[in-house]
């Protein structure tokens, strides 16, 4: 139990494309989601808090206009990395709360996306 | 400022023996402190878990031990496999409100030699 299912798994394009992520809780609801981004070698950065039916909570010193992400239903949150640049290229993981396991608070991860812009 | 520290940045361990990697945190308002272990092009993968209403927890070859004085708590891998060779990352949240936060460490390079 307690999947979280990542699309894409890998994704290269053009720089100044718009490349989605979908996040989606597989066999639970999860009404908060949490996008992270991750360098080779680096521990996970936290760049926003996604609520379902909210907008979302940015981490200090993350472009919310650049990084946007939508949270339409319990189960599934996005991230939209708009007009891409190469600096953008990183390993993008998603995770989500256990809505009735909320108290004890673990998370579930995603196996991430790694995007690549040339 | 670092909230969450985590030591050694890497750890190389016979097959058979025991890894021990350890978390100092800062932020005496954290109660929920996990493990996640993490393969090469995967995602973070929750280990064991502990509150600090318990000073031990142990699940099959993982332990954590947590010293709520010395706001320090470790994880001990019993007889240590070669397949539990990558890297993990100890984390703190505090319940509550909107938080649930993780802040991770930096993570620690497990390998253990056959």
């Known amino acids: 139990g307690a999947v979280v299912s990542q699309h894409p798994s890998w994704v290269i394009c053009k720089s100044g494309t718009s490349v989605k992520i979908e996040c989606r809780s597989l066999d639970f609801q999860a009404t908060t989601m949490f996008w992270y981004r991750q360098f080779p070698k680096q521990s996970l950065m936290l760049m926003a808090t996604?609520?379902?039916?909210?907008?979302?909570?940015?981490e200090q010193g993350v472009e919310k206009d650049k990084f946007l992400i939508n949270h339409a239903s319990l189960t599934l949150s996005t991230l939209t990395v708009t007009s891409a640049h190469p600096e953008d290229s990183s390993f993008y993981i998603c995770?989500?709360?256990?809505?009735?396991?909320?108290?004890?608070?673990?998370?579930?991860f995603g196996d991430g996306t790694r995007l690549s812009i040339l | 400022q670092q909230q969450v520290k985590q030591s050694p940045q890497s750890l190389i361990v016979q097959k058979g023996g025991i890894s021990i990697i350890n978390c100092a945190y800062e932020?005496?308002?954290?109660?929920?402190f996990p493990w996640y272990q993490q393969f090469p092009g995967k995602g973070p993968a929750l280990l064991i878990a502990i509150r600090p209403d318990v000073s031990e927890k142990k699940e099959g070859r993982f332990t954590i031990s947590f010293n709520k004085s010395a706001k320090q708590f470790s994880l001990h891998i019993m007889d240590s496999q070669p397949g539990d060779s990558a890297t993990y990352f100890c984390?703190?949240?505090?319940?509550?409100?909107?938080?649930?936060?993780?802040?991770f460490g930096k993570g620690t390079l497990l390998t253990v030699n056959p």
């Open positions: 932020n005496t308002a954290f109660d929920y």
């Open positions: 984390a703190a949240s505090k319940s509550g409100g909107s938080n649930y936060k993780l802040t």
């Open positions: 996604s609520n379902e039916g909210s907008k979302a909570t940015y």
């Open positions: 995770s989500a709360l256990l809505e009735w396991d909320r108290k004890n608070q673990p998370q579930h």
